[in-house]
């Protein structure tokens, strides 16, 4: 299994900052994903944070405003940028070791006001 | 596109009694394919999933999920639901090992006492 641990677990922030999510995982893990729920929805890939190179963007989403850092095999940040209402939601950080399955961090709820 | 379906929106059962979530998915091939439960305040955890095999198999919390290629189903069952299973529900399919998942809408589970 694969421990994560995901900071901060929620916060308000103004519009126009920005607000940067850590995940920490125990182990080495092969694959880091960042999602993102919106409220009442489901679960929407942002990208693959990819170790020692630029994250990988699904469409939709543009590093200038969710930037990822993933500088080793267990930490990861995703940035949200130029904050509006529109990015209140929980941002999930996700893991795979090993080919097995994927765990999921508890998530950030982040409401911009 | 690859695409997860999940036409109910809100299913509400007594407690003691049988339940079925559908899930359809639209891919070419037979992806990876999970169901994750969601509980309020909580995090998203894996409660099976298929790669290939036996159609049906058995998960955690007393839930199982057949897989119909003919029907590109995976149902989620459990044969007597109790208080504690009220959540949301998602399905998720994988196309590959590298576990970037696409969700179902989510299904929401209410349990009548």
């Known amino acids: 299994s694969a421990v994560i641990s995901q900071k901060p677990s929620r916060d308000i922030c103004q519009r126009g900052t920005s607000l940067t999510i850590q995940c920490q995982v125990d182990s080495q893990v092969t694959m880091m994903f960042w999602y993102r729920q919106q409220p009442g929805q489901s679960l929407t890939l942002i990208a693959t944070?990819?170790?020692?190179?630029?994250?990988?963007?699904e469409s939709g989403f543009v590093i200038d405003k969710f930037p990822i850092s993933r500088p080793n095999l267990t930490f990861s940040t995703l940035t949200v940028s130029n904050m509006s209402p529109e990015d209140s939601s929980i941002y999930l950080c996700s893991v795979v070791k090993e080919g097995t399955e994927a765990f999921f961090g508890q998530g950030t709820r982040l409401t911009v006001v | 596109a690859q695409s997860v379906t999940q036409p109910d929106i809100h299913i509400t059962v007594s407690e003691g009694a049988s339940l079925e979530l559908r899930c359809n998915y639209s891919?070419?091939?037979?992806?990876?394919l999970f169901w994750y439960v969601q509980s309020p305040g909580q995090g998203l955890q894996l409660l099976l999933k298929?790669?290939?095999?036996d159609t049906l198999v058995q998960g955690i919390k007393g839930f199982e999920a057949e897989f119909k290629r003919s029907q590109s189903s995976f149902n989620l069952r459990k044969p007597s639901v109790h208080w504690s299973d009220a959540a949301e529900y998602f399905c998720a399919v994988a196309l590959d090992s590298n576990y970037q998942l696409i969700w179902g809408a989510g299904t929401k589970l209410i349990i009548k006492p």
């Open positions: 891919y070419g091939a037979t992806p990876y």
């Open positions: 298929y790669f290939s095999g």
């Open positions: 944070a990819n170790q020692g190179s630029e994250a990988t963007y």
